[in-house]
């Protein structure tokens, strides 16, 4: 079955224009919103793609009726894909999962994306690892200074409640249980 899938951002668009081309494609069914192509709360757009089946193609006028980043198009594409289905753009003719060319097409963006992807976790490392050297810490803040940690160590060592240490810091018992912990481990 062909399913149209048409979309406008604001209440005050029209979907004309999207429906007729969808209907001269020839889909059988058509889901509509007006909701903005940023928004993952797309009820239509969820709705379409759980009735997918076997066989099924999904078209669209244009390409950012369906998503608004690469990452989210290709999300999608794997979701059309993993139901058996198929994918074609009515105004972009390379975006057509229908035809050997079009999977070709699809296939290198995934690529290109995956490639994407990696750059950005290698730099991503590549700056943690420099921030580090540099003496950045990550993480949470430390809840207690270096002079609470002290007097924390001290009552502990001298055998005050956990509770009560950590209501004299204002933190909560478990991190004065950690901090015993930790002292524990190096002893």
């Known amino acids: 079955m062909k399913i149209g899938y048409a979309r406008v951002s604001t209440l005050d668009q029209n979907l004309d224009l999207q429906l007729q081309a969808l209907k001269k494609a020839g889909c059988q069914k058509i889901f509509r919103e007006k909701v903005s192509g940023a928004s993952r709360q797309r009820p239509e757009f969820q709705l379409m793609l759980n009735q997918l089946r076997e066989g099924d193609t999904v078209i669209v ?7 608004r980043s690469t990452r989210h198009l290709l999300e999608t594409m794997e979701t059309i894909r993993e139901a058996g289905a198929r994918f074609q753009s009515l105004s972009e003719p ?5 035809t050997h060319a079009g999977k070709m097409i699809m296939t290198v ?3 290109i994306a995956e490639f994407e992807r990696e750059l950005i976790l290698e730099r991503t490392q590549a700056g943690r690892i420099a921030a580090k050297t540099k003496g950045v810490r990550f993480g949470r803040p430390p809840k207690l200074n270096p002079e609470q940690l002290k007097l924390a160590q001290r009552l502990i060592e001298e ?11 204002n933190v909560h018992v478990a991190t004065i249980y950690r901090l015993s912990a930790a002292m524990d481990s190096v002893i």
């Open 61 to 67: 006028w244009r390409l950012d009726r369906l998503a």
């Open 94 to 98: 390379w975006a057509d999962t229908t």
């Open 109 to 111: 963006f995934a690529g």
């Open 159 to 169: 055998g005050k409640a956990a509770h009560e240490i950590a209501d004299t810091f």
